[in-house]
Every structure is written in structure tokens, then in C-alpha cells.
């Protein structure tokens, strides 16, 4: 069976510091992936997706950047946070192929100070 | 791709059945319906999805109305741990399969 993996669980980092969220899936291969926000209280925001090995397509433009160096491999970076980055990160995926439904794993809670 | 309304909360009985409105009326020919929920702190759980008949899985019945602008989810027999913010999205699968997930609605399952 199919399981996706994120990591940490949590994060509490220092304004202008760089942050690597990394996120793996196993038991499939050519997922389509996904980096989604949920700031408190409120739904989730798309942030990057990714059909392939090196293609990223960016929903809204931010302090954030996103890279699939391996087929199963997605990770969200950011040179220097921002106050504004704190949230509940999630990373998704999905067979590549119909209409198939978006898997998430247990998110990352990143806290900025 | 299409918007939804539901309602931002509503409260059921444990044992009884919960039946989730939501609104589409803008919804196009080749758009699905999806559900899912998100249980405190955790990450959204898929529940189950569908395009223009009704489904139902072991967790749930998708009722999509013949036009296609609503549907409603049904949980048969809500129990407490059904209690969490449940989203209806409706998206193109071949546009990379992104979701727009809206506010949702927050159910509470009370004993």
C-alpha cells in the first residue's frame, strides 16, 4: 500500500533563518505531489505542484520554493523565513492518471519567531 | 474551476445519520466532487468522490443531484470520532488535480 511521509512534525524557527521540509512517498511510482498551507482557523491554500521529476508549477508567489529532485521526493524551501510563513504545511499526493484522489500526509506545524 | 457553499457548521447525533450539504451551482461537465475531512490537527482524510451518479464506500454516500449544482454527504451512523471540518471540492482532475479547498463545514458529533 501506498504510505507519504513528512517530516518533522513540528518546527520552531527564528525569523530570516532557511527551512527544508522534505516529504517521500512510497508504494507507487510518477505521483503527482502537492505543498499546501493552513494558516489558524482557515482552509488549506495550494502552494506548489509537481507532475514529474523536476516540474514545479507555483499557485501563488511567496518566500517559498519547492523541488522534486526524485520521483517520490518533494521538498518546500525557503531561503529566509518570515513571520508570515508560520502555518500547518501538508504534502499530498495523487495517482497521476483519471480523476484520482489526493492522499495527505501528517503535516509539518512550523512556528516562526 | 468551481466555487462551493456549505454550511459553516451543523451538529448531529451519535447513532444517527449526518447528512452534509453543498452547493456547486457552477459547477462544469467535467468537474468531480470531492469530500474530504480534516479531524483536529491532522491532515485532511480523503472520504470519497464522484461525477455525476451516486457512491458509497465504507465510509460514506455521495448523493449528487441529477444537475450536478449540489450534493450531500452521508455518514450512516455518525459516531464521536466523525466529529471534524469536512470539505466539498469540486476539480478538474487533469489540471494536476488541484483542490481548492474552501472554510468547510465543522460537524459535531454529540453523545
Known amino acids: 500500500s501506498q504510505t507519504i511521509h513528512q517530516w518533522p512534525a513540528t518546527l520552531v524557527q527564528p525569523v530570516g533563518s532557511p527551512l527544508s521540509l522534505e516529504c517521500t512517498v512510497e508504494g507507487t511510482s510518477n505521483p503527482n505531489l502537492y505543498w499546501y498551507r493552513q494558516a489558524a482557523g482557515r482552509g488549506l491554500q495550494l502552494l506548489f505542484y509537481s507532475v514529474g521529476i523536476g516540474q514545479i508549477s507555483s499557485e501563488v508567489p511567496q518566500n517559498l520554493s519547492a523541488s522534486r529532485p526524485q520521483d517520490r521526493q518533494f521538498i518546500l524551501s525557503s531561503k529566509k523565513l518570515l513571520l508570515s510563513d508560520s502555518g500547518f504545511y501538508l504534502c499530498a499526493w495523487s495517482g497521476s492518471w483519471g480523476n484520482q484522489p489526493q492522499h495527505f500526509g501528517d503535516g509539518t506545524r512550523l512556528s516562526i519567531l | ?111
Open chain 2, 1 to 111: 474551476d468551481a466555487k462551493t457553499t456549505q454550511p459553516p457548521s451543523m451538529d448531529c447525533a451519535e447513532g444517527r445519520a449526518a447528512n452534509l450539504p453543498c452547493n456547486h451551482s457552477t459547477i462544469s461537465g467535467n468537474e468531480y466532487v470531492y469530500w474530504y475531512r480534516q479531524i483536529h490537527s491532522q491532515g485532511p482524510q480523503y472520504i470519497i468522490h464522484g461525477l455525476k451518479n451516486n457512491e458509497t464506500n465504507e465510509m460514506a454516500s455521495l448523493i449528487i443531484t441529477e444537475d450536478r449544482k449540489s450534493s450531500t454527504l452521508i455518514l450512516p451512523h455518525a459516531t464521536l470520532r466523525d466529529t471534524a471540518v469536512y470539505y466539498c471540492i469540486v476539480s478538474l482532475y487533469n489540471q494536476g488535480g488541484k483542490l481548492i479547498f474552501g472554510q468547510g463545514t465543522e460537524l459535531s458529533v454529540k453523545p
